[in-house]
């Protein structure tokens, strides 16, 4: 007998084939991922011998790939969905040429495929070839008039919320939240049994966006919706984002049974991703508790678990938290070659607001590290620190500053400004002062109190709130776009809601931030600011931190416009 409890001696015929195909779509459905995998996989086997189901072979062959992805094995997700559409292709150019029913069924399947490609390539970092694919297919599926066909509604609801899925990796938040709220009403209209997936998908949105009540409600619905549609898969993944939303508030105790029943689910079903996803989240509950050992076993089993299932991003994440805690037990130079490796990977998947915030993180361990030195005796090894510090922290900070100036509402900037934009420009001027770089405070305090020119031109324009205006020399230049607050897993430690900043004559850069916080508190337009001259020669205020934060980050920090400052 086979694995699966088959004959490996028996070759099913068409109906059997199919009958193979169903098996596997109600093991998958029901979470037993090794068995669905197995009669896809003997499907695939027996079609191959029978050169009359080419169509059956490619569908096992696609539903093989998302059943390898679920359980993180994505580089042979991958390689069965090439595999597959390569046989589309061949269908296409055979009977479905000479026969309109079967070019109709060619074409769902075509999209299947591109749906389960782009799942496998967002899994392994590869971004912008995961939104091809879905762009393909919803181009493919996308119906003509109100009413979609029986086979058609349940694929171009998978390619809806994939889509979703797909920007909220790419911390695209507005856009992310019109599809879940699109996909919601199409599965509504047509498929009210398939709520959770959009539900789901909501909930992280209003997570990572600074709206937690509303991310636990859908979070609930979502559970709800899967127990209902009994889809325990659905049920185990939204307790997860659960926890992890009670984890960013605190509430390390309602969140570690979630996490428990949860991780029995995925280690059970051989979901190698969500499990190394759990292990993350059971690793930042150890660090809350203090039990910063155990914190670092744990991310390094879901570090190596990550790597395992080819998903570069995920991996990245974890380096950042696995390196905080190595520097709390003081094992530093492996705090720096995690951190090392996450910026790397950053960089490489084109990730220049992720790759700045670590660089800000990676400086406040460094200042760390310079405060714990007795005084006078850090010497030379001190010094290189503080310095390695300010060439971190300043390019950072000047990056996450400029975040804001692409944010179109008021409040996502005073957001940003207090929570992220503040503190990075803080800690840049508490290190060059520690550091005694009296030219480079003298430019960061030229750069404050330069203020926050406000955005012209006509709505839409070049010069309006949806986009930012192009000097000369700025045509086309990329832009860091962020969400409203750090990704949901970017940083260890408790995420505060940010309290108002009270004005007052204490603060010693209110003066400089006077424009940004009236722009900001009346939902005012505003621009990126130009380049200062600091003379009349043109010597640039901050121009080697800006050089390196355009390059380091990939985005336009700055536009190509000098004023003077005389």
Do not use: K
């Amino acid at each position: 007998m086979a694995a699966d409890g088959s004959s490996p001696s028996t070759s099913p015929g068409e109906s059997g084939i199919s009958a193979l195909i169903d098996e596997g779509n109600d093991a998958f459905l029901r979470g037993e991922f090794p068995l669905a995998l197995a009669r896809f996989d003997r499907a695939a086997e027996a079609a191959a011998r029978r050169p009359d189901t080419l169509d059956l072979r490619t569908q096992a062959l696609v539903n093989r790939a998302s059943t390898a992805d679920r359980m993180g094995d994505h580089p042979a997700a991958v390689a069965a969905v090439h595999e597959a559409l390569g046989r589309c292709e061949r269908l296409a150019a055979t009977a479905a040429a000479e026969d309109p029913v079967v070019a109709a069924a060619v074409t769902v399947l075509r999209a299947s495929a591109l749906v389960n490609l782009s799942q496998a390539l967002l899994n392994t970092g590869e971004l912008s070839a995961a939104l091809g694919a879905l762009e393909q297919a919803r181009e493919l599926l996308d119906p003509q008039d109100e009413i979609l066909p029986e086979d058609t509604a349940d694929l171009f609801i998978g390619t809806l919320v994939a889509l979703t899925a797909l920007t909220i990796q790419r911390e695209e938040w507005s856009r992310a939240h019109e599809l879940a709220v699109e996909s919601l009403d199409v599965v509504l209209r047509h498929r009210p049994a398939l709520t959770g997936r959009p539900l789901m998908n909501l909930s992280a949105v209003h997570l990572a966006t600074g709206r937690p009540d509303l991310g636990e409600d859908f979070a609930h619905q979502a559970i709800a919706a899967f127990e209902a549609s009994d889809t325990p898969s659905g049920v185990a993944e939204t307790r997860q984002s659960l926890a992890q939303l009670c984890l960013r508030s605190g509430r390390i105790a309602e969140a570690e049974p979630l996490l428990a029943a949860s991780q029995e689910f995925f280690e059970r079903a051989g979901m190698a991703r969500q499990s190394a996803f759990g292990l993350d989240l059971l690793g930042l509950s150890a660090a809350l508790r203090g039990d910063q050992a155990h914190a670092v076993e744990l991310y390094g089993r879901s570090l190596a678990r990550f790597e395992g299932c080819g998903a570069p991003i995920a991996a990245a994440e974890v380096r950042v938290r696995l390196a905080a805690g190595l520097h709390a037990g003081r094992r530093y130079d492996e705090s720096e070659t995690q951190l090392a490796l996450a910026q790397e990977a950053f960089t490489v998947s084109g990730l220049g607001l992720r790759r700045a915030q670590t660089d800000f993180f990676h400086a406040t361990l460094l200042e760390d590290r310079v405060s714990a030195t007795a005084p006078g005796a850090a010497g030379p090894a001190g010094a290189a620190l503080l310095g390695r510090a300010v060439g971190l922290a300043v390019p950072a900070a000047l990056a996450l500053d400029a975040v804001r100036f692409t944010l179109a509402g008021g409040a996502q900037r005073e957001r940003w400004h207090r929570a992220l934009a503040e503190p990075a420009m803080r800690l840049a001027f508490r290190l060059a002062v520690r550091a005694g770089a009296a030219d480079l405070v003298a430019e960061l305090i030229e750069s404050r109190c330069a203020g926050t020119p406000l955005r012209d031109g006509p709505p839409g324009g070049a010069g309006s709130a949806d986009g930012p205006p192009e000097e000369p020399g700025d045509a086309g230049a990329p832009v860091l776009r962020p969400p409203d607050f750090l990704h949901p897993l970017a940083f260890p430690g408790r995420m505060e809601a940010v309290p108002p900043h009270p004005a007052g004559p204490g603060d010693a850069f209110q003066l400089g931030a006077a424009l940004a916080g009236v722009a900001a508190g009346a939902g005012l337009a505003v621009a990126p600011p130009p380049r200062l001259a600091l003379t009349p020669d043109g010597a640039v205020a901050l121009a080697a931190y800006l050089a390196q934060a355009e390059a380091r980050y990939g985005a336009r920090i700055r536009t190509a416009r000098v004023v003077p400052t005389w």
